[in-house]
């Protein structure tokens, strides 16, 4: 499967607990995009790499989101001391940036996050 | 207050009804997608529109963009319970690097 990966799919913790999510984007795309989705809302955006630059961070971000892309490839999306309110899907995407940016992502199935 | 606009909220048919929902905005967007996304699963990319007026045909499914580029539409014919899902629209503004959702239509088609 050459799709956008994503692990775990599904994490349960305990407020106050660290988490942390991989995603493996599709092989030659060099952006790749972190979302927050929850339950009746459409994905929120979180942050966006190209290569290993992060180019930009939502200023909703708390402080305690973290995310990197060291090589270029894989990402990982931390969240420290989580709250209940952090309880969503967190989506990752991935696409090929051209000459002009059509904004079509390639999604993964998400991480699905519940804080207890 | 949110930047794309979808409607209706929710919308559920019977088989083989037609039906439109609406994604509209204030904004001019340089492009614009809809999404399907089911239960779970991550958002899936139907279709990017990029000119004012366009309208383009996915076996039973029309998009169109509006001449302005501010607002777009997804029409069904003979809608089917395998179109059951969440539609989302996505726009990005100008040369921005990140794409904007709507919170989406929750369509239900009932056998």
């Known amino acids: 499967d050459t799709g956008v990966s994503q692990n775990p799919r599904h994490k349960i913790t305990k407020r106050g607990q660290n988490v942390t999510f991989r995603c493996d984007p599709i092989s030659e795309h060099n952006r790749l995009y972190w979302y927050r989705q929850t339950l009746g809302q459409g994905p929120e955006f979180l942050t966006y790499?190209?290569?290993?630059?992060?180019?930009?961070k939502s200023r909703l971000l708390s402080d305690r989101f973290s995310a990197e892309r060291p090589k270029g490839s894989f990402s990982t999306l931390e969240i420290q001391r989580t709250e209940q309110g952090d309880s969503a899907m967190y989506l990752c995407?991935?696409?090929?940036?051209?000459?002009?940016?059509?904004?079509?992502?390639?999604f993964g199935e998400g991480s699905r996050l519940t804080v207890l | 207050t949110q930047l794309l606009e979808q409607s209706p909220q929710f919308l559920s048919i019977q088989e083989g009804e037609n039906l439109t929902v609406y994604c509209n905005s204030s904004s001019v967007f340089s492009s614009l997608q809809w999404y399907r996304q089911e239960p779970g699963e991550g958002p899936v990319l139907l279709v990017t529109?990029?000119?004012?007026?366009e309208v383009k045909k996915l076996k039973r499914l029309t998009f169109q963009f509006g001449d302005a580029r501010k607002d777009s539409s997804l029409h069904i014919t003979a809608a089917q319970p395998g179109d059951t899902g969440l539609y989302l629209c996505a726009g990005v503004i100008g040369n921005a690097g990140k794409s904007t959702f709507g919170d989406g239509t929750t369509l239900t088609v009932k056998p």
């Open positions: 995407a991935s696409t090929r940036e051209g000459r002009r940016n059509t904004g079509e992502l390639f």
């Open positions: 529109v990029v000119t004012g007026g």
């Open positions: 790499f190209q290569n290993e630059a992060q180019l930009e």
